[in-house]
């Protein structure tokens, strides 16, 4: 299962950007996807999840600015960020955890991208 993340880049401060994610390869069901952010210097931290049925939870320190939703596909998900902030800076990885096949048998499946550069200017 390999995930490809894309979106990333610079922009000022109050600007936007949308970040996506698509995974592919032998998926057999995935349940809930996740951003997460890794500052400099800092742990990686969970932004933002949703959850097969669409539920979704966000870190406090993004709450009414980023939106996350899946894609039609039910194998994307994406990351809406407005209002951005200098300290939003960070590399943002997607992550999706369900069952992929090996072979016949679904085995659990917790995957993660290769991470996309945002970066805000003040």
């Known amino acids: 299962v390999q995930l490809q993340a894309s979106g990333g880049g610079l922009v000022q401060a109050g600007g936007s950007l949308r970040l996506s994610c698509t995974a592919s390869?032998?998926?057999?069901?995935?349940?809930?996807m996740h951003w997460y952010r890794q500052a400099p210097g800092k742990q990686r931290e969970l932004v933002a999840g949703?959850?097969?049925?669409?539920?979704?939870e966000y870190a406090d320190s993004v709450k009414g600015r980023f939106t996350i939703s899946r894609g039609n596909a039910k194998n994307s998900v994406y990351l809406q960020m407005t209002s951005l902030k200098p300290e939003d800076t960070a590399v943002y990885y997607c992550?999706?955890?369900?069952?992929?096949?090996?072979?016949?048998?679904?085995?659990?499946?917790?995957?993660w991208g290769q991470g996309t550069q945002v970066t805000v200017s003040s």
């Open positions: 390869g032998n998926i057999f069901s995935i349940n809930d």
């Open positions: 949703i959850g097969r049925g669409g539920l979704t």
């Open positions: 992550n999706i955890r369900g069952y992929y096949l090996d072979y016949e048998t679904p085995r659990p499946l917790d995957a």
